[in-house]
């Protein structure tokens, strides 16, 4: 009989899709937990001018000044593991001469392949910024994607 339907198959996209995008997710937050460090060291390199990066006043060599009584959680051992000089000032030095000088918060998964960082940078009196940055991170590849200044000169 020519009006015959022939049996329809059972859809499978939706499945595939959702087990694609439970696939990525996981992919992302692995990514985001390899990658973290790696994240902290490059906003770092682009601050003290071993990375080029058009979103910060960079000091290009010249060592942050760090206060010494005060702690600064991963910033010292991430300086460290770029090879960039610091001084730890006393108060009385670091209140007379603080510039450059730099703070930085541990990096913070927000969504698969996306970090943020808290992060200040101060060049001299009149020059720099802070704010959160956010990075795109693919298994410490990382670009940043958007900058949140909460303030800047």
């Known amino acids: 009989m020519p009006d015959e339907v022939a049996p329809r198959k059972p859809r499978r996209w939706p499945g595939r899709a959702i087990a694609i ?3 990525l997710m996981l992919v992302g937050h692995i990514s985001n937990v390899v990658g973290l460090k790696e994240c902290e060291r490059d906003l770092l390199r682009r ?3 071993t990375m080029k990066s058009p979103l910060f006043f960079t000091i290009e060599g010249k060592p942050i000044h760090l206060q010494s009584d005060v702690d600064y959680g991963i910033l010292i051992s991430r300086l460290n593991q770029i090879g960039y000089p610091y ?4 108060p009385a030095e ?7 000088h730099c703070k930085m918060g541990s990096a913070v998964p927000v969504c698969p392949f996306i970090v943020a960082i808290d992060f200040v940078s101060m060049v001299s009196r009149i ?3 802070g704010g959160r940055i956010y990075m795109l991170n693919f298994f410490g590849y990382n ?3 958007y900058g949140e200044k909460d303030w800047g000169v």
Do not use: H, S
């Open 21 to 23: 995008l439970v696939l």
């Open 47 to 49: 601050f003290t001018g």
């Open 87 to 90: 001084k730890c000032l006393t």
């Open 94 to 100: 670091y209140e007379a001469d603080p510039f450059p």
């Open 127 to 129: 020059g720099g910024a």
């Open 143 to 145: 670009l940043i994607v």
